[in-house]
Protein backbone atom coordinates (compact mmCIF):
# COMPACT_ATOMS: atom_id res chain seq x y z
CA UNK A 1 0.00 0.00 0.00
CA UNK A 2 0.97 3.85 -0.48
CA UNK A 3 1.53 4.70 3.12
CA UNK A 4 4.59 1.93 3.21
CA UNK A 5 6.36 4.64 1.44
CA UNK A 6 6.19 7.07 4.97
CA UNK A 7 8.15 4.46 6.54
CA UNK A 8 10.51 3.88 3.51
CA UNK A 9 11.29 7.25 2.38
CA UNK A 10 12.28 10.28 4.37
CA UNK A 11 10.72 13.26 2.94
CA UNK A 12 12.28 16.10 4.67
CA UNK A 13 15.63 14.30 2.98
CA UNK A 14 14.10 14.39 -0.32
CA UNK A 15 12.92 18.28 0.17
CA UNK A 16 16.49 19.30 1.43
CA UNK A 17 15.31 20.58 4.68
CA UNK A 18 15.22 19.74 8.63
CA UNK A 19 12.14 18.22 10.22
CA UNK A 20 11.52 21.38 11.95
CA UNK A 21 11.66 23.30 8.79
CA UNK A 22 8.53 25.97 8.93
CA UNK A 23 6.08 25.57 6.46
CA UNK A 24 7.37 28.30 3.93
CA UNK A 25 11.22 26.51 4.10
CA UNK A 26 9.00 23.24 3.39
CA UNK A 27 7.24 25.57 -0.03
CA UNK A 28 10.18 27.69 -0.70
CA UNK A 29 12.62 24.29 -1.25
CA UNK A 30 9.82 22.83 -3.13
CA UNK A 31 9.57 25.66 -5.37
CA UNK A 32 13.23 25.59 -6.26
CA UNK A 33 13.64 21.96 -6.79
CA UNK A 34 10.70 21.72 -8.82
CA UNK A 35 11.69 23.89 -10.94
CA UNK A 36 15.49 22.85 -11.81
CA UNK A 37 14.10 19.43 -12.13
CA UNK A 38 10.78 20.37 -13.99
CA UNK A 39 10.72 17.66 -16.86
CA UNK A 40 9.64 20.09 -19.78
CA UNK A 41 13.02 22.34 -19.25
CA UNK A 42 15.08 19.22 -17.75
CA UNK A 43 14.08 16.04 -19.74
CA UNK A 44 15.20 12.54 -17.36
CA UNK A 45 14.39 14.73 -14.60
CA UNK A 46 10.52 13.07 -14.62
CA UNK A 47 11.57 10.43 -11.57
CA UNK A 48 13.19 13.08 -9.36
CA UNK A 49 10.22 15.36 -10.54
CA UNK A 50 7.55 12.69 -9.00
CA UNK A 51 9.69 12.13 -6.18
CA UNK A 52 9.87 15.90 -5.22
CA UNK A 53 6.28 16.29 -5.43
CA UNK A 54 5.53 13.31 -3.44
CA UNK A 55 6.96 14.97 -0.76
CA UNK A 56 5.58 17.97 -0.84
CA UNK A 57 1.70 16.46 -1.24
CA UNK A 58 2.49 15.23 2.16
CA UNK A 59 4.41 16.97 4.01
CA UNK A 60 2.96 20.29 2.21
CA UNK A 61 -0.15 19.64 3.86
CA UNK A 62 -0.46 20.40 7.70
CA UNK A 63 -2.80 17.34 8.63
CA UNK A 64 -0.86 14.92 6.65
CA UNK A 65 2.76 16.18 7.80
CA UNK A 66 1.53 15.66 11.39
CA UNK A 67 0.38 12.15 10.47
CA UNK A 68 3.74 11.44 8.63
CA UNK A 69 5.86 12.74 11.37
CA UNK A 70 3.80 10.13 14.14
CA UNK A 71 4.18 7.43 11.71
CA UNK A 72 7.75 8.06 11.10
CA UNK A 73 8.68 8.63 15.11
CA UNK A 74 6.45 4.95 16.15
CA UNK A 75 8.84 3.25 13.21
CA UNK A 76 7.70 0.51 10.98
CA UNK A 77 7.12 -2.46 13.52
CA UNK A 78 4.13 0.18 14.73
CA UNK A 79 2.12 -1.21 11.29
CA UNK A 80 2.97 -4.20 11.14
CA UNK A 81 5.52 -3.98 8.86
CA UNK A 82 8.74 -4.78 11.04
CA UNK A 83 9.70 -8.14 12.72
CA UNK A 84 8.57 -6.82 16.04
CA UNK A 85 4.16 -6.91 15.21
CA UNK A 86 2.41 -5.44 17.54
CA UNK A 87 3.68 -7.82 20.47
CA UNK A 88 5.00 -5.86 23.49
CA UNK A 89 8.65 -6.11 25.33
CA UNK A 90 12.22 -5.70 23.49
CA UNK A 91 11.75 -5.19 19.74
CA UNK A 92 7.97 -5.31 19.88
CA UNK A 93 5.16 -2.13 20.30
CA UNK A 94 3.50 -1.05 23.85
CA UNK A 95 -0.29 0.38 22.31
CA UNK A 96 -0.17 2.36 25.57
CA UNK A 97 2.98 4.48 24.70
CA UNK A 98 1.51 6.46 21.70
CA UNK A 99 -2.34 7.06 23.59
CA UNK A 100 -5.15 5.96 21.04
CA UNK A 101 -3.16 4.78 18.13
CA UNK A 102 -5.92 2.89 16.57
CA UNK A 103 -7.64 5.97 15.48
CA UNK A 104 -3.69 6.64 14.02
CA UNK A 105 -3.77 3.67 11.98
CA UNK A 106 -7.65 3.45 11.29
CA UNK A 107 -7.21 6.86 9.59
CA UNK A 108 -4.16 6.14 8.02
CA UNK A 109 -4.53 3.01 6.17
CA UNK A 110 -8.53 2.59 6.31
CA UNK A 111 -10.83 5.47 5.96
CA UNK A 112 -8.19 7.96 4.75
CA UNK A 113 -8.71 6.00 1.49
CA UNK A 114 -12.16 8.38 1.15
CA UNK A 115 -10.32 11.19 2.85
CA UNK A 116 -10.72 14.63 0.52
CA UNK A 117 -6.97 15.10 -0.65
CA UNK A 118 -5.77 18.35 -2.08
CA UNK A 119 -4.86 18.08 -5.73
CA UNK A 120 -1.54 18.67 -6.85
CA UNK A 121 0.44 22.10 -7.64
CA UNK A 122 0.96 22.27 -11.52
CA UNK A 123 3.80 24.24 -13.38
CA UNK A 124 4.08 26.15 -16.71
CA UNK A 125 6.22 28.23 -18.52
CA UNK A 126 4.79 31.34 -20.50
CA UNK A 127 6.41 33.63 -22.94
CA UNK A 128 6.05 36.74 -23.62
CA UNK A 129 6.92 39.94 -25.54
CA UNK A 130 8.92 42.81 -24.12
CA UNK A 131 6.42 44.85 -24.77
CA UNK A 132 3.83 42.71 -22.81
CA UNK A 133 5.72 42.29 -19.98
CA UNK A 134 6.15 46.40 -19.77
CA UNK A 135 3.01 47.05 -19.81
CA UNK A 136 0.86 43.67 -18.59
CA UNK A 137 -1.37 41.58 -20.36
CA UNK A 138 -4.27 38.92 -19.71
CA UNK A 139 -3.81 35.98 -21.59
CA UNK A 140 -3.88 32.15 -21.05
CA UNK A 141 -1.85 29.30 -21.07
CA UNK A 142 -3.18 25.53 -21.98
CA UNK A 143 -2.61 22.57 -19.47
CA UNK A 144 -3.39 19.11 -19.99
CA UNK A 145 -5.94 17.90 -17.95
CA UNK A 146 -8.36 15.23 -17.55
CA UNK A 147 -12.21 15.06 -17.99
CA UNK A 148 -15.01 12.37 -17.68
CA UNK A 149 -14.84 9.70 -20.69
CA UNK A 150 -17.62 10.63 -23.10
CA UNK A 151 -17.56 6.79 -24.01
CA UNK A 152 -18.76 5.21 -20.90
CA UNK A 153 -19.53 8.35 -18.88
CA UNK A 154 -16.78 8.03 -16.56
CA UNK A 155 -18.33 4.10 -15.36
CA UNK A 156 -14.61 2.69 -17.41
CA UNK A 157 -17.13 -0.31 -18.45
CA UNK A 158 -17.39 -0.56 -22.17
CA UNK A 159 -21.42 0.99 -23.70
CA UNK A 160 -23.80 -1.96 -23.26
CA UNK A 161 -21.96 -3.00 -19.74
CA UNK A 162 -21.96 -2.42 -16.11
CA UNK A 163 -19.31 -2.49 -13.07
CA UNK A 164 -20.34 -5.50 -11.50
CA UNK A 165 -20.00 -5.56 -7.20
CA UNK A 166 -16.41 -7.08 -6.01
CA UNK A 167 -16.96 -10.63 -4.61
CA UNK A 168 -14.29 -10.35 -2.55
CA UNK A 169 -14.40 -7.14 -0.37
CA UNK A 170 -18.53 -6.77 -1.25
CA UNK A 171 -17.66 -3.58 -3.36
CA UNK A 172 -15.85 -1.68 0.13
CA UNK A 173 -12.48 -1.18 -2.20
CA UNK A 174 -10.39 -2.61 1.10
CA UNK A 175 -9.70 -5.51 3.15
CA UNK A 176 -9.55 -6.14 6.69
CA UNK A 177 -7.21 -7.74 8.46
CA UNK A 178 -7.12 -8.58 12.27
CA UNK A 179 -4.04 -8.17 14.22
CA UNK A 180 -5.04 -9.21 17.69
CA UNK A 181 -6.54 -5.61 19.60
CA UNK A 182 -6.43 -3.71 16.16
CA UNK A 183 -8.00 -3.92 12.50
CA UNK A 184 -5.93 -2.46 9.42
CA UNK A 185 -7.10 -2.44 6.07
CA UNK A 186 -5.66 -3.05 2.70
CA UNK A 187 -6.17 -2.41 -1.02
CA UNK A 188 -8.45 -4.81 -2.18
CA UNK A 189 -6.27 -6.97 -5.22
CA UNK A 190 -9.14 -8.49 -6.91
CA UNK A 191 -10.77 -4.70 -7.75
CA UNK A 192 -7.75 -2.34 -6.68
CA UNK A 193 -9.35 -0.44 -4.54
CA UNK A 194 -12.48 0.32 -6.67
CA UNK A 195 -14.83 -1.75 -5.13
CA UNK A 196 -15.61 -2.98 -8.44
CA UNK A 197 -15.02 -5.11 -11.46
CA UNK A 198 -14.93 -3.90 -14.81
CA UNK A 199 -15.20 -7.14 -17.01
CA UNK A 200 -14.84 -5.26 -20.56
CA UNK A 201 -12.86 -2.06 -20.13
CA UNK A 202 -14.37 0.86 -22.01
CA UNK A 203 -12.17 0.98 -25.27
CA UNK A 204 -11.73 4.91 -24.91
CA UNK A 205 -10.19 5.52 -21.39
CA UNK A 206 -9.38 1.77 -20.94
CA UNK A 207 -11.09 0.93 -18.01
CA UNK A 208 -10.52 4.67 -15.99
CA UNK A 209 -13.54 6.35 -16.77
CA UNK A 210 -10.97 9.88 -17.28
CA UNK A 211 -9.90 10.44 -20.86
CA UNK A 212 -7.30 13.39 -21.60
CA UNK A 213 -8.67 16.63 -22.63
CA UNK A 214 -6.94 20.61 -21.92
CA UNK A 215 -8.14 23.17 -20.52
CA UNK A 216 -7.46 26.96 -20.63
CA UNK A 217 -6.67 29.11 -17.68
CA UNK A 218 -6.52 32.72 -17.67
CA UNK A 219 -3.26 34.68 -16.51
CA UNK A 220 -3.47 38.17 -15.78
CA UNK A 221 0.17 39.53 -16.19
CA UNK A 222 0.74 42.87 -13.55
CA UNK A 223 2.84 46.02 -15.31
CA UNK A 224 6.35 45.71 -14.93
CA UNK A 225 6.80 41.43 -14.96
CA UNK A 226 10.58 40.57 -14.75
CA UNK A 227 12.10 37.83 -16.84
CA UNK A 228 12.07 34.58 -14.67
CA UNK A 229 9.10 36.06 -12.06
CA UNK A 230 6.89 32.70 -10.90
CA UNK A 231 3.50 33.85 -10.90
CA UNK A 232 1.33 32.08 -8.33
CA UNK A 233 -2.70 31.06 -9.53
CA UNK A 234 -4.09 29.54 -6.45
CA UNK A 235 -6.53 26.53 -6.53
CA UNK A 236 -5.82 26.63 -10.72
CA UNK A 237 -3.75 23.39 -10.40
CA UNK A 238 -4.48 19.82 -10.52
CA UNK A 239 -8.21 19.30 -9.17
CA UNK A 240 -8.46 17.38 -5.65
CA UNK A 241 -10.15 14.26 -4.93
CA UNK A 242 -12.99 13.19 -2.50
CA UNK A 243 -14.04 16.80 -2.55
CA UNK A 244 -10.56 18.02 -1.77
CA UNK A 245 -9.32 21.58 -3.11
CA UNK A 246 -7.43 22.24 -5.81
CA UNK A 247 -3.74 22.34 -6.33
CA UNK A 248 -1.80 25.70 -7.00
CA UNK A 249 -0.94 26.31 -10.89
CA UNK A 250 2.72 28.12 -10.81
CA UNK A 251 3.29 30.18 -14.18
CA UNK A 252 6.87 30.78 -15.13
CA UNK A 253 7.38 34.20 -16.76
CA UNK A 254 10.35 34.32 -20.29
CA UNK A 255 10.70 37.63 -21.30
CA UNK A 256 12.42 37.75 -24.48
CA UNK A 257 15.16 40.38 -25.79
CA UNK A 258 13.66 43.48 -27.67
CA UNK A 259 16.20 45.34 -30.35
CA UNK A 260 15.00 48.70 -29.14
CA UNK A 261 14.93 48.75 -25.17
CA UNK A 262 16.24 47.14 -22.16
CA UNK A 263 15.30 47.65 -18.52
CA UNK A 264 16.55 49.29 -15.47
CA UNK A 265 14.77 48.12 -12.51
CA UNK A 266 11.61 49.90 -13.55
CA UNK A 267 13.40 52.58 -16.20
CA UNK A 268 13.59 51.67 -19.49
CA UNK A 269 16.98 52.30 -21.75
CA UNK A 270 17.52 53.49 -25.07
CA UNK A 271 19.69 54.61 -27.41
CA UNK A 272 18.93 57.47 -29.90
CA UNK A 273 21.88 58.94 -32.67
CA UNK A 274 22.40 62.14 -33.75
CA UNK A 275 25.00 63.83 -36.10
CA UNK A 276 28.12 65.50 -35.44
CA UNK A 277 26.33 68.75 -35.98
CA UNK A 278 23.17 68.15 -34.16
CA UNK A 279 25.17 67.59 -31.33
CA UNK A 280 27.30 70.78 -31.63
CA UNK A 281 24.31 73.13 -32.62
CA UNK A 282 21.44 71.46 -30.72
CA UNK A 283 18.33 69.67 -32.39
CA UNK A 284 15.14 67.93 -31.31
CA UNK A 285 15.34 63.89 -32.18
CA UNK A 286 12.08 61.49 -32.32
CA UNK A 287 12.17 58.88 -29.96
CA UNK A 288 10.54 55.47 -29.42
CA UNK A 289 8.95 54.18 -26.45
CA UNK A 290 6.59 51.58 -25.59
CA UNK A 291 3.26 52.87 -26.65
CA UNK A 292 3.60 56.24 -29.15
CA UNK A 293 6.98 58.41 -30.01
CA UNK A 294 7.90 60.99 -27.86
CA UNK A 295 10.22 64.48 -28.85
CA UNK A 296 13.20 65.04 -27.13
CA UNK A 297 15.51 67.96 -27.14
CA UNK A 298 19.44 67.63 -27.50
CA UNK A 299 21.04 70.72 -26.47
CA UNK A 300 24.15 72.26 -28.23
CA UNK A 301 27.34 70.74 -27.00
CA UNK A 302 25.56 67.71 -25.96
CA UNK A 303 28.58 64.49 -25.44
CA UNK A 304 28.04 61.56 -27.11
CA UNK A 305 26.84 59.22 -24.47
CA UNK A 306 24.93 61.88 -22.66
CA UNK A 307 21.72 60.30 -20.88
CA UNK A 308 18.44 62.35 -20.88
CA UNK A 309 15.45 60.98 -18.96
CA UNK A 310 12.14 61.60 -20.25
CA UNK A 311 9.87 60.87 -16.85
CA UNK A 312 7.12 58.87 -16.89
CA UNK A 313 7.71 57.10 -19.96
CA UNK A 314 9.12 53.91 -18.25
CA UNK A 315 7.85 51.31 -16.84
CA UNK A 316 3.74 51.78 -15.82
CA UNK A 317 2.97 52.21 -11.88
CA UNK A 318 1.64 48.84 -10.78
CA UNK A 319 0.84 48.26 -6.86
CA UNK A 320 3.33 49.57 -5.04
CA UNK A 321 5.93 49.94 -7.94
CA UNK A 322 6.31 53.42 -9.06
CA UNK A 323 6.28 54.90 -12.13
CA UNK A 324 9.56 54.65 -14.12
CA UNK A 325 11.38 56.66 -16.63
CA UNK A 326 12.82 56.48 -20.20
CA UNK A 327 16.52 56.88 -20.24
CA UNK A 328 17.87 57.87 -23.71
CA UNK A 329 21.70 57.82 -24.35
CA UNK A 330 22.59 60.00 -26.97
CA UNK A 331 25.36 58.58 -29.98
CA UNK A 332 26.81 60.98 -32.11
CA UNK A 333 27.81 60.20 -35.35
CA UNK A 334 30.97 61.09 -36.37
CA UNK A 335 31.27 60.47 -40.38
CA UNK A 336 34.35 58.30 -41.42
CA UNK A 337 34.59 59.54 -44.71
CA UNK A 338 34.77 63.74 -46.11
CA UNK A 339 33.96 65.09 -49.40
CA UNK A 340 36.55 67.47 -50.04
CA UNK A 341 34.52 70.24 -49.37
CA UNK A 342 33.54 68.75 -45.97
CA UNK A 343 37.07 68.03 -44.88
CA UNK A 344 37.66 72.31 -46.14
CA UNK A 345 34.81 73.32 -43.82
CA UNK A 346 36.07 70.90 -40.94
CA UNK A 347 39.65 71.85 -41.06
CA UNK A 348 38.55 75.81 -40.67
CA UNK A 349 35.95 74.98 -38.16
CA UNK A 350 39.23 73.36 -35.91
CA UNK A 351 41.33 75.81 -36.69
CA UNK A 352 39.19 78.26 -35.53
CA UNK A 353 38.49 76.26 -32.38
CA UNK A 354 42.07 76.52 -32.16
CA UNK A 355 42.17 80.31 -31.94
CA UNK A 356 39.74 80.75 -29.65
CA UNK A 357 41.13 78.25 -27.18
CA UNK A 358 44.92 79.77 -27.47
Avoid at 85 to 110: A, E, K, R, T, V
Avoid at 247 to 255: A, I, P, Q, T
Avoid at 339 to 358: D, F, H, Y
Wanted: net charge positive.
Amino acid sequence: MAEREWFDTDYYHVLGVTSSATDKEITRAYRQLAKKNHPDTNPGKEETFKKISAAYDVLGDAEKRKEYDEVRRMGPAAAGFGGGGFSGGPGGFNPGDFGDIGDIFSGLFGGRRQRAQRGQDLETNLHLSFRDAVLGVETQVHLPSEKACATCHATGAAPGTSVTTCERCQGRGVLADDQGPFSLSSVCPACSGRGGRIERPCPTCHGTGRELSQRSVKVRIPAGVEDDKRIVLKGKGAPGSNGGPAGNLYVNVHVAPDATFARRGRHLTTTVRVSFPDAVLGTSVEVPTVDEPVTVKVSAGTQSGTTLRVRGRGVPAAGKHPLGDLLVTVSVDVPRELTGEQRRLIEKLRSALGEESA
